[in-house]
């Protein structure tokens, strides 16, 4: 795939397509066809997602109405409190949340939620965007059914800006007043295989959804564009594993895709021999790393084919946050790609995450080494990768599903 052809997919599909929406289902179609111009027939997949058409959302600070985006999936509620700032989620600090609505720093994370559950906090307040940024953006962020477990805490979203001013002048009371419809939706998973000559075989895995005010080029239309230059080479070159690539619907939610992926085929796991997961590649800037979910060797594999054709490597043994993970929760050893830019350069998650971000001439470049290593993975006599996990990464997979509390947490 040169670049050109490159360059008109990204701009083709420089939209916001977050999860269950139409316009995630019309991108899983763009795909599709392109998996046809390449004389390959693809299988759209649909799962369930949880979604919210939220119909009111509203945060008063001392009775002044700031700016905000209820949490999708967190209920509908009217809930007063006194206000409090917890800069630290220690369990001292957690000992003041009861009956109040608290604003925490970076996000709502998991263990943080749990805590407030447990210590009886009435309500949360986060924030994201930048102070020294000119927008005042506010991400549309929601309470993942895997967090809340049924237990629901009304929730608001804020830009940084105005988190500051609340601060600065002490405000003491806050009220929340959300109103959602819940339902089930549907996002897919789009399929395309290239048998081997083994019943054995590799998935090939990126996503293509983004969040709410990303047109996620670069997360990760890009990687999914990176799975299309691999099927336009394997269709025409021999291999002897198997190939199935396989777009995610609903990463950015949880992983939801590759998470349904492996529920729905979860017979067929025993014959995956490894996954191949490509996530933000071609950036302008940045460097180029392998997060292997294996045993070490992988590494050190990836690590020397790299120098062996002088291409920039950085090789980490650890869990990556994109689709590998399910993977590898299921034992298969995983590797995922990606070019990583410094936040100053190259953000995510945001408006700024567009085309400019781009290179197609170092598209290109990333994705043949994916494809170099493939190759020697695809036409092995026997995969060299043990299907094993190490115990180290199992802790780690541990931790980062939340079936563990990590120390200090």
């Excluded at 806050?174 to 081997?196: C, F, M, R």
């Excluded at 997060?291 to 062996?308: D, G, N, P, R, V």
């Excluded at 953000?347 to 567009?354: K, L």
Aim: hydrophobic content about 35%.
């Amino acid at each position: 795939m040169n670049a050109e052809k490159i360059w008109k997919i990204l701009e083709d599909n420089a939209y916001i397509r977050t999860s269950g929406t139409e316009q995630e289902k019309q991108c899983a179609q763009y795909i599709a066809d392109e998996c046809r111009k390449l004389g390959v027939e693809p299988t759209l997949e649909p799962f369930s997602v949880a979604m919210s058409k939220m119909e009111k959302a509203e945060l008063l600070m001392d009775g002044v109405s700031i700016p905000c985006k209820g949490y999708l999936l967190c209920g509908t509620w009217e809930v007063e409190a006194p206000f409090l700032y917890l800069p630290n989620t220690d369990a001292c600090s957690m000992q003041q949340v009861k009956g109040k609505i608290v604003m925490v720093d970076g996000g709502m994370r998991y263990w943080v939620y749990q805590d407030l559950l447990k210590y009886g906090a009435a309500g949360f307040i986060t924030y994201d965007g930048n102070v020294s940024f000119a927008d005042r953006d506010i991400d549309q962020k929601e309470l993942r059914p895997h967090v809340s477990n049924g237990n629901k805490l009304p929730g608001i979203n804020i830009n940084a800006k105005d988190a500051v001013e609340l601060i600065r002048k002490g405000v003491t009371t806050a009220k929340i007043t959300i109103k959602q419809e819940e339902y089930e939706g549907t996002s897919h998973n789009l399929v395309a295989d290239l048998p081997g000559e083994t019943s054995e075989y590799i998935v090939l895995t990126a996503h293509y959804d983004s969040v709410s005010l990303s047109q996620g080029v670069y997360d990760n239309m890009s990687g999914s564009v990176g799975l299309l230059g691999l099927l336009d080479y394997f269709k025409d070159h021999p291999h002897r594993y198997g190939l199935r690539f396989l777009w995610c619907g609903s990463e950015e939610r949880g992983l939801l895709g590759s998470k349904a992926y492996c529920a729905a085929h979860k017979e067929e796991l025993e014959q995956i021999v490894l996954n191949i997961n490509l996530d933000m590649i071609g950036c302008i800037m940045g460097k180029f790393e392998s997060c292997c979910t294996s045993e070490e060797k992988l590494m050190h594999y990836i690590e020397y084919l790299a120098a062996e054709v002088g291409f920039g490597m950085y090789p980490v043994q650890d869990v990556y946050s994109s689709d590998s993970t399910p993977f590898a929760d299921q034992g298969i050893p995983a590797v995922s790609f990606a070019r990583l830019a410094t936040s100053n350069v190259a953000t995510i998650h945001n408006r700024y995450d567009t085309i400019e971000l781009m290179s197609a001439e170092q598209m290109v470049k990333d994705i043949e080494f994916i494809r170099l290593f493939t190759e020697h993975m695809a036409c092995a006599k026997r995969c060299p990768v043990e299907r094993t996990m190490p115990e180290k990464m199992k802790e780690k997979l541990d931790i980062y599903l939340f079936r563990k509390k990590p120390e200090n947490k």
